[in-house]
Each structure stands twice: as structure tokens, then as C-alpha cells.
Antibody, heavy 122, light 107 residues
Framework: QVQLQESGPGLLKPSGTLSLSCTVS????????WAWIRQSPGKGLEWIGH???????NYNPSLESRVTISVDTSKSQFSLALSSVTAADTAMYYC????????????????WGQGTLVTVSS | DMQMTQSPSAVSASVGDKVTITCRAG??????LAWYQQKPGKAPQLLIY???SLQSGVPSRFSASGSGTDFSLTITSLQPEDFATYYC?????????FGPGTKVDIK
């Protein structure tokens, strides 16, 4: 059974960089796409982007100038970096795995981490 | 971005009732639609993928239909554990987007 676990700071200051990692266990990180999704009361569920184990990535255009998703297959981890954060980036951040993807389409997310709450506040 | 709408936004129902939730995409997304259930404090759980396929382990009282722009999720014989919020999500075009959710609560 694949399990995902997010880790990273829960509180950061405006203008800082949000850095989260997701550790994959119970299955291989190879040959799959891996995603970051966030949820806030104001904006609902928002897909941030995803990365394939080979390093190919796609990002939400609304965040693309500030976001980087990377993967480290040797550690079975993938990571999210979001720069220049504001209070609007306060949300629950989830890592997730799409059930199946082509190069441009995905069927849905069948494995999710428990989520980590990130608060941006001075 | 592809707009996803859901109706109703909330529904009150009783155990044993049949509930249908609809989702509409802003353009043709073929069958690249998923449905999720989310309970408070938990991550969303995949119920349906490919618009109509039941995810492994999901009870058969959940079913879905649709393709193109109009989709629906039906729960027959609502159980106590089904009171939750339900979301649709398109996986056809970047950025992938979610509907605003439908809360199913106890009448």
C-alpha cells in the first residue's frame, strides 16, 4: 500500500519560501507522476503542479513564476518550493499521486498524504 | 482555467436516501473526470475515475455517469459514513481544476 507523508515548516513569514517534501513508501516512486495540491477556505482545492520520476514537470500557470517541484528518486521523495509567499498561500498542502497519466491528461489522484497546514504570517 | 461547477452546493438527506450530484465542465473534457469524497480533517478520497469507473474498495452504492461537459455522481441508499463533501475534478487540460464541492449533510 503506497503511503505519502508531507514534511516541512508549518509557519513562515511573508516574502519567504515555502519548502515541503513528500516521502513515498510502500511502492516505487519510479515511472509515476507526483503532484502537489493545496486547499484553502477561500480558493478550495487547487492543483499546484506535478512531476514525473524522470523530472518532467507541469505547473499551474497562476503559480508558475514562484513554484518549483523536484524529485529525488534515490530518497523516494519529491519536493515543493514556493517563493515570495503571502497570506494568500496559507493552506493545507497535500502531496498526491495520479492514478494514471498520459503526457497531458490524468485520471484522478488515488493516493494522498495526510496534508500539512502551512500558515504565512508575520 | 477550465471552470468546473457543481450543483447543488449542499444537500440535506436521510440515511437510505438516493442523492445525485452534478458537475459541469466549461468545455468538453471527454471522460477525464474524477470524483472525490472528503471528510473534515482528512484528505480527499478518490471515488470515481475516468468519469464512470469505480475506484477499488469504494462501495457499489456509488456510481457515476457522463462524458463531455455534463457528469453526475449518484449515491444510492445513503449510509451514515457518506455524509461528507464531494468534489469533481477534471484531468483533461492544464491546470487541472476542481469543482467547488457539494456538502451532503444529515436532514
Amino acid at each position: 500500500q503506497v503511503q505519502l507523508q508531507e514534511s516541512g515548516p508549518g509557519l513562515l513569514k511573508p516574502s519567504g519560501t515555502l519548502s515541503l517534501s513528500c516521502t513515498v513508501s510502500g511502492g516505487s516512486i519510479n515511472n509515476y507522476y507526483w503532484a502537489w495540491i493545496r486547499q484553502s477556505p477561500g480558493k478550495g482545492l487547487e492543483w499546484i503542479g506535478h512531476i514525473h520520476s524522470t523530472g518532467t514537470s507541469n505547473y499551474n500557470p497562476s503559480l508558475e513564476s514562484r513554484v518549483t517541484i523536484s524529485v529525488d528518486t534515490s530518497k523516494s521523495q519529491f519536493s515543493l518550493a514556493l517563493s515570495s509567499v503571502t497570506a494568500a498561500d496559507t493552506a493545507m498542502y497535500y502531496c498526491a499521486r495520479p492514478k494514471y497519466c498520459t503526457n497531458i491528461n490524468c485520471w484522478g489522484f488515488d493516493y494522498w498524504g495526510q496534508g500539512t497546514l502551512v500558515t504565512v504570517s508575520s | 482555467d477550465m471552470q468546473m461547477t457543481q450543483s447543488p452546493s449542499a444537500v440535506s438527506a436521510s440515511v437510505g436516501d438516493k442523492v445525485t450530484i452534478t458537475c459541469r465542465a466549461g468545455q468538453n473534457i471527454r471522460s477525464w473526470l474524477a470524483w472525490y469524497q472528503q471528510k473534515p480533517g482528512k484528505a480527499p478520497q478518490l471515488l470515481i475515475y475516468g468519469a464512470t469507473s469505480l475506484q477499488s474498495g469504494v462501495p457499489s452504492r456509488f456510481s457515476a455517469s457522463g462524458s463531455g461537459t455534463d457528469f453526475s455522481l449518484t449515491i444510492t441508499s445513503l449510509q451514515p459514513e457518506d455524509f461528507a463533501t464531494y468534489y469533481c475534478q477534471q484531468g483533461y487540460i492544464f491546470p487541472f481544476t476542481f469543482g467547488p464541492g457539494t456538502k451532503v449533510d444529515i436532514k
